[in-house]
């Protein structure tokens, strides 16, 4: 035998002698492999069952939604039972900001988790000469939070409306969305369109137009539910941005006919759009339920702007005015935050916070670490919200809409316009009544100081605002709607 065939036998002899030793016990019940019991193995299965991986995430967006046209926000006349339960199982903020008064630019601003204003998008994409769409959007050299979730593993959706640019280059398809369902344009009617319409009016699924036979809030709803199905083993992330409750003011008869004694149509209709997005918000959390994703998902409901007054059915009560100004009815809005044994179910949050935000806290939940290089406005509201943070989120937050700014620093918001200013004391006068800009001057001085900071990082608008800008009277002065 050669040096090597004898290592070789003594090595087979004494892995043999181990072996019998460490089979020792089994050698009893004369089996030579591993039996678990089934309560062994359901001791493991529960066991890795309280392993979580990261969440999913669902961001449902409603658009145009009066402040207080929600159960939740102080509704009386429109039932939001799914949207109010939504609230009592999470926290409800009384505080919350958009970054713009309008669709688009507020949208820019929630994806990207920066001022818009950084990258030129003041104003909003459509309602200009065709010719300037080819370049009127989220440029696509900022990364969205989508494309943050995508990159690192989630499966992503998008269903509604994206207002972000009708341009191929623009499309959610490649801005983080492994699926989209929605329209691309600022708004779109809620019934199958009847004849051939423009491109960026119809439905598509992904970049191929359908015609969609649903009342549009449904099919979005029935949409979300079929993504959460279809994911419900990995990660996922679905955006919701509902086009209700924006006009058309348009309702099926199954919402309609949940408002018999509304006499005032338009109201009816309105109140009915509500119902529908309650209900599809329902369906939704439904979906989760059945899917037992419940539990590990953060489920965020916000506005992308105030309700419009022009409307002459949402309420706002008690900000004032509306979408297109930047008085607290314009950008201040309903956010309702949900994750189970994360967040404290019926919390109240106070201060100030951002849909800037929305893109740090989503990312921190799912255990991203993002590269400082980034520079979000945002901050990650999870340590406000658990209290291991006592500071407010912000020392301040800004608005610009053309020669329409607005600054809210602490109690104090200061909104100017070409030729007037006003200064308001929120903690005391929620309903900006009461124009404190001649009696507390020093106040005013450091909100401009702080205002002009601000601006100075910003480019310049990328595109002009709509032409034939209309003024209504604020107090005696012309305020420019700047859409
Ligand atoms: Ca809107």
């Known amino acids: 035998m050669t040096f090597r065939y004898r290592a070789l036998f ?71 039972p799914h949207i109010d339960a939504l609230a009592k199982r999470g926290v409800r903020f009384t505080d919350a900001y958009v970054t713009a008064s309008t669709c688009s630019p507020s949208r820019a601003g929630l994806m990207s988790g920066r001022y818009q204003q950084r990258f030129g998008f003041e104003f909003n994409t459509a309602g200009a000469a065709i010719t300037h769409r080819e370049s009127r959007g989220l440029d696509p050299a900022v990364i969205t939070f989508p494309e943050v979730l995508q990159h690192t593993g989630y499966a992503t959706g998008m269903f509604g409306k994206w207002h972000l640019g009708t341009r191929i280059h623009f499309h959610p398809n490649t801005r983080g969305f492994d699926e989209f369902f929605g329209f691309l344009a600022g708004a779109h009617g809620y019934f199958p369109v009847k004849k051939e319409e423009r491109v960026y009016s119809t439905v598509m699924r992904n970049k191929t137009h359908l015609k969609e036979p649903e009342y549009l809030t449904d099919a979005f709803a029935r949409e979300t539910v079929r993504f959460i199905h279809k994911n419900k083993d990995k990660p996922f992330f679905a955006h ?20 018999p004694d509304v006499k005032n149509p ?33 489920v965020i409901f916000m506005n992308d702007n105030g309700g419009p007054i022009y409307t002459r059915v949402q309420s706002n009560a008690p900000l004032r005015l509306g979408k297109l100004f930047l008085f607290e009815g314009g950008i201040r809005v309903p956010m309702i935050m949900s994750w189970p044994g994360v967040l404290e179910a019926g919390s109240i949050y106070r201060r100030p916070v951002s849909s800037l935000d929305i893109y740090p806290t989503l990312c921190a939940a799912a255990g991203v670490v993002l590269p400082p290089e980034l520079k979000l406005d945002g901050v990650n509201l999870l340590p406000h919200l658990n209290g291991e943070i006592k500071a407010a989120p912000h020392e301040a937050l800004f608005w610009s809409n053309g020669p329409n700014k607005a600054v809210r620093l602490g109690q104090w918001k200061m909104v ?24 507390k001057l020093e106040i005013l001085k450091k909100l401009q100081s702080e205002l002009n900071q601000w601006q100075a990082q910003m480019k310049p608008p990328a595109w002009p605002s709509k032409p034939r800008r209309r003024k209504v009277n604020v107090d005696g002065a012309l305020y420019e709607l700047n859409i």
């Open 10 to 80: 003594v090595g087979c002899s004494l892995l043999f002698v181990l072996r019998f030793v460490s089979l020792g016990q089994a050698q009893e019940g004369a089996k030579l492999y591993i039996t678990p019991s089934k309560k062994e193995m359901e001791a493991k299965g529960s066991l890795l069952g309280k392993i979580k991986g990261p969440p999913n995430v669902v961001l449902i967006l409603a658009d145009d939604l009066g402040y207080a046209d929600t159960g939740a926000y102080g509704s009386n006349s429109i039932p939001t």
């Open 266 to 298: 338009q109201q009816k209709t309105y109140n009915a759009m509500v119902s529908a997005l309650d209900d599809a918000v329902g369906a939704i959390i439904t979906a989760l339920k059945e899917t037992q994703t419940e539990k590990n998902t953060l």
């Open 416 to 439: 100017q316009t070409h030729d007037h200013v006003w200064l308001f004391d929120l903690e005391n006068d929620i309903g900006e009544t009461k124009n404190l800009a001649r009696a």
């Open 240 to 259: 919701v941005p509902f086009n209700a409750v924006h006009t058309p003011i348009e309702a099926s008869k199954k919402y309609l006919n949940r408002f």
